[in-house]
């Protein structure tokens, strides 16, 4: 038990590394492919920021939208705990927050190092706010304009539109941008670190399992998922079975056929729409739209209707071969 245990917090450091090396190498084909800084003022700071911060934004829904949780808790019903008083409702909106802090936390893997990333990187932060540096690089020079003196800033990222005399301004303010985007870049992964420690700390103080409580609990977790999933797999299959008998009359993998149905319009089109989500019993698959009739599991009877489709073939044999 312990070592199946420790399999599956493995499984889960891994997934959150595979998540972030993918990250990572797609952010250096997205900045090497797609990124190109136009150098022009009141551009840079836009086009800078998308490449930050959107991918980032992206990333976070996608990583709410494939986590099985997050529609656990979209789709899931109101408990009945939340009618009978405050205790219950508190507890239920206890237990959301902490739902909804796992499925957070999972989530920002992927947002968080793409933001740690292109930041270590200094690429997008230096065309972001080069236009924004201290006049301190150009000295006391009157005859350059405020105005002049950002446009000459904003083509920084781009050596080929720096004259040559600028050229050891445009090294010095590079270096300098780089070194605030990389030390913002050093502060982000270790507030995330901190923060992330301090969570499981605070989440272990507060809870009112013990170690071994929650270590029962994430394996019984785990245990009545496999399960669930195994009986719900052979469930449906044994469920899906009885319907396509009755459709049909006989069921794949029958070795002595001895009767078939030839099934009407109708029913096809009720197992194929919006009908069939209405079952709530094992004949609901055999209900017509209009009216309503139903047949029974190896029934030969037929509806209403003058439509030759609708036909119940009743005396096809078949030998058994094997």
Known sequence: AHVSLFMLEVKVIIANAIIAILTIGGQQLFSFFTFSCPCHVGQNLIYGL?????PALILLIVGYALNNQTWRLVTGKR????QEGTRN????????CFVLCSITGRALVA????LAVTLINGSFYVCAVSEYVSTYYFGGNSNITASERRKILAAFPCSQLVPPELSRAKDE???LLRYQSQVAGWLLIAVVVITVFLSYCLASCFSPLSFLHFRYWTKYVHNEQELFDEAM????RLYAMQHVRKFFGFAPGSENVKEIRIPSLREWQAISGLAFLKLVDEDCICRYCSTGETYGEGSATKPKSGHSDERTLNSVKTENTH
């Open 89 to 96: 409702h508190l507890l239920q909106c206890k237990l959301t």
């Open 233 to 236: 797999d052979q469930h449906s």
């Open 50 to 54: 998308a490449f930050l911060g959107v």
């Open 111 to 114: 947002p968080v190092t793409w």
């Open 79 to 82: 408990s009945p705990l939340q």
């Open 173 to 175: 303010v590079i270096l």
